[in-house]
């Protein structure tokens, strides 16, 4: 692929996938050299192994690359997002030109019980970025490595990148889908119930009552040691969740909060039963345009881990995942 057909195309959006360092260098490394001579610099935020790898075949490209620390993109999703569409927005900006080679880190500070919700969350984020980051004229790379991934989700890379990287190259993937398209097909297993025995349950008729809520949350988040402004996010997330149902579903909203391990999750549900657009909240909103119910589900999007909708007939269901750990890392 030229740098012409990329520019026409917006953001390169490609994965890699392998299942060894083996399958890796000989990939990776000419697509690393070919991109030194095509952008203004190549971001490389990839795990201790990958980065150990690659430094050893990459010594001449010094002066094109920057290393990123993957704990500071890698947090709660939606500040993941958000933190690569600024990186380029900032560089595209500047009039200059990036390639960005991601290692996603789905697994790290979250529970075993909570990582299928987390990756089905991330793909979506991965099915989004192609409109998202498509203005900058970008290149990102993301590895996918198959022994730390089971199929469904490989599955579900190659249907949310537009490009898959070879031997050969980068090529079309097949099964690629655009963002709505995904996002609409995507088979998303219903919410299990709650489980019987819940921290806190808050049933709410009016605007009025959340400050009621929002008491119960700061007790909640204290007692299990979330401090600052981790607890505060907790807070303003289930908040913005509970009164887009007041304000856009129907009454009563039902939040109930409970924890597995060291993950917070807490549903609200209203008794409308309407659903919910498959886009919603991935958009950034433009706050004096935006649509009902979209700046609330974009910065629970931002604020919490996970946000997972689910709508059945008098009911619509968010749930959000707040895992501690997660949570308590710095923001890049």
Request: charged fraction near 25%; charge should be negative.
């Amino acid at each position: 692929m030229t740098c012409e057909q990329e520019r026409g195309d917006g953001t390169a959006h490609t994965a890699l996938i392998v299942d060894s360092g083996e399958e890796l260098l000989p990939v990776l490394v000419p697509e690393l050299r070919r991109s030194a001579g095509r952008y203004d610099e190549i971001l490389l935020v990839v795990g201790k192994e990958t980065r150990t790898l690659l430094a050893e075949h990459i010594g001449e490209l010094d002066g094109a690359l920057r290393w990123g620390d993957p704990s500071a993109f890698y947090q709660r999703l939606g500040f993941a997002y958000e933190s690569f569409r600024r990186y380029l927005a900032e560089q595209h900006a500047a009039g200059r030109r990036v390639h960005v080679v991601a290692e996603p880190d789905l697994t790290s500070g979250v529970d075993a019980g909570m990582r299928a919700d987390r990756a089905a969350a991330y793909l979506a984020y991965e099915a989004f970025c192609n409109e998202t980051y498509a203005p900058y004229g970008a290149a990102v790379t993301c590895i996918w490595n198959q022994r730390h991934h089971p199929a469904n989700v490989l599955d579900g890379v190659r249907a949310t990148h537009r490009y898959l990287l070879t031997a050969a190259g980068r090529v079309p993937s097949p099964p690629y889908l655009g963002p709505e398209r995904y996002l609409a097909e995507r088979h998303d297993l219903p919410l299990q119930p709650p489980p019987a025995d819940i921290d806190h349950e808050v049933v709410l008729a009016e605007v009025a009552e959340l400050s009621r809520l929002r008491a119960v949350l700061h007790s909640w988040t204290g007692e299990h040691h979330f401090t600052g402004e981790p607890a505060d996010d907790v807070v303003v997330a289930v908040v913005e969740v509970a009164a887009n149902g007041l304000r856009h579903g129907a009454a009563p909203v039902h939040v109930r909060a409970w924890h597995h391990k060291a993950t917070f999750i807490v549903q609200c549900d209203d008794t409308a039963g309407r659903p919910i657009p498959a886009t919603a909240g991935y958009r950034r909103p433009q706050l004096a345009h935006a649509a009902p119910g979209g700046r609330g589900l974009w910065l629970a999007r931002q604020l919490a881990d996970v946000v997972i909708i689910d709508s059945a007939r008098g009911r619509t269901s968010v749930r959000l995942h707040f895992p501690y750990e997660v949570m308590h890392r710095s923001p890049a």
